[in-house]
């Protein structure tokens, strides 16, 4: 069964770093998101991104946070300057269309010291 | 964009007792509704989910939700839990977007 991969599975960086999360959707779905889950708490949206562009963003995703389909397969999430609250699980999903089912990634988690 | 709530923040369960856990959503518009399972130190999956039909629908692993319009809640349901169903439970909307409830964690004690 096709899935959503992600890599890291786990980074580690120092605070001010930028970090690049990678992820490859599921081939023929057309809608990717972002994801992300601090330790003991809801799973929060980020991002969606369709047709090359966001569609739409949380308020989260500011402008440290930026994506990106580099080519046709992957689909990644960059933070610019980390700080320590952006510890935490990115998820990475797709789906076929708007209203689909949303199949997650496995995640990464990043710690950020 | 939509909202979801999730009633119980933490549920305790001895194993064979039966599971409802509450999910409301505020949209005005028509929904996909979800229900995803996270195990400890797992990824999301998908235990579930409702487009269209039968209002009740049945997921894996013995769990159904049954999807109420007129209350915009759609609660899971599992009438004999079991150890293993200790995990975390995310009941999500797609309207505008996906939006996660808060979650709710269950303890099934043997």
């Known amino acids: 069964e096709p899935e959503v991969t992600q890599t890291p599975s786990h980074q580690v960086t120092q605070m001010g770093q930028e970090v690049i999360l990678r992820c490859v959707p599921i081939?023929?779905?057309?809608?990717f998101y972002w994801y992300r889950q601090i330790l003991g708490q809801k799973v929060e949206f980020l991002v969606s991104f369709y047709n090359n562009e966001i569609s739409e963003k949380s308020e989260i995703f500011d402008d440290q946070f930026s994506v990106e389909r580099p080519d046709g397969s992957n689909f990644t999430l960059k933070i610019r300057s980390t700080k320590l609250e952006d510890s935490a699980m990115y998820f990475c999903?797709?789906?076929?269309?708007?209203?689909?089912?949303?199949?997650f990634g496995e995640g990464s988690w990043l710690t950020v010291v | 964009a939509q909202s979801v709530s999730q009633h119980n923040h933490h549920v305790i369960l001895s194993e064979a007792a039966s599971l409802e856990l509450g999910c409301n959503y505020s949209?005005?518009?028509?929904?996909?509704l979800f229900w995803y399972v996270q195990y400890p130190g797992q990824h999301l999956q998908l235990l579930l989910k409702y487009f269209s039909g039968d209002p009740l629908v049945k997921g894996i692993k013995g769990f159904e939700a049954e999807f109420i319009k007129s209350k915009f809640s759609f609660n899971l349901r599992k009438p004999s839990v079991q150890w293993s169903d200790t995990a975390e439970y995310f009941c999500a909307v797609n309207g505008d977007d996906m939006r996660f409830g808060a979650g709710t964690r269950l303890t099934v004690k043997p």
């Open positions: 081939s023929n779905h057309l809608y």
């Open positions: 999903a797709s789906s076929r269309s708007s209203g689909n089912t949303i199949y």
């Open positions: 949209y005005g518009g028509t929904v996909n």
